[in-house]
């Protein structure tokens, strides 16, 4: 079984999302770990509540970058973690963890990457930037995460349309809906070892 280290600053309900499908046997993992940059993030509350450890980590506790990304590998070794999934974290992650965690830490992202991907787009900005562009398709991306913001190898995507009265908060509820299906499914087939990463390109075996 793999040990999952989930980080989040928001609501976490991509979290939330993969924390069900694992309680209901879907997903072969276990997540041991949940990090923040943000205390007062509802991802780290449900955290909380469901007997997860949480490890706090922002500039506030750790103004020295050095020891700040010293301590990100110290508690992933502690938890012994197998898949780091980003969350909704607003954060950059240090160059030591993308080396060392290499094709083992996803993203979700709120578009059809490489389209909105980036510096500048995230959450909301992302819907407000496809309403925008009149675009008639938006969607969400799992990735692989490496040094480049938004543009490690692609694990699955999936479309949705947009209606002529689309606007920003109609479209991010239904690019989260998708995001809660896709990303899970990523998921369990890591756990699965049904993931396999040749050329950057990325095959998901049945
Ligand atoms: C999600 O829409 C996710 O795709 C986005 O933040 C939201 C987090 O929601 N992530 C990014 O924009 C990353 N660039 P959640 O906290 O409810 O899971």
Redesign the pocket.
């Known amino acids: 079984m793999k040990n999952i280290a989930v980080f ?1 600053s ?6 939330k999302a993969i924390y069900y499908k694992i309680n209901d046997g879907v997903i072969n993992g276990k997540i041991n770990l949940l990090v923040s940059n943000n205390p007062r993030a509802g ?1 780290v509350d449900f955290a909380y509540k469901n007997d997860i450890n949480v490890k706090i980590v922002n500039d506030v506790r750790y103004p020295n970058e050095n020891k700040k990304n010293n301590e990100y590998k110290n508690i992933l070794n502690l938890h012994k973690t197998d898949l780091i999934l980003l ?2 974290f607003m954060k950059k992650i240090p160059k030591n963890i993308i080396k060392k965690f290499n094709n083992k830490i996803m ?4 578009s059809l990457l490489p389209k909105y991907g980036g510096k500048g ?3 909301i900005n ?1 819907h407000k930037a496809v309403i925008d562009s009149n675009d008639h398709f938006s969607g ?1 991306t799992v990735h692989f995460v490496n040094e480049e913001y ?1 543009k490690g190898p692609i694990i699955i995507q999936k479309k949705v349309k947009l209606e002529v009265d689309e606007d920003y908060n109609s479209l991010s509820e239904k ?2 809906k998708i ?1 809660h299906t896709i990303y899970p499914y990523a998921v369990r087939k890591f756990c699965e070892e049904n993931i396999i990463i040749n050329k950057n390109k990325v095959y998901i075996s049945e």
Request: net charge negative; no cysteine.
């Open positions: 989040a928001g609501n976490g309900s991509n979290f991802a969350a909704g993203n979700v992202h709120p787009f995230y959450g992302v969400a938004d690019v989260l995001e």
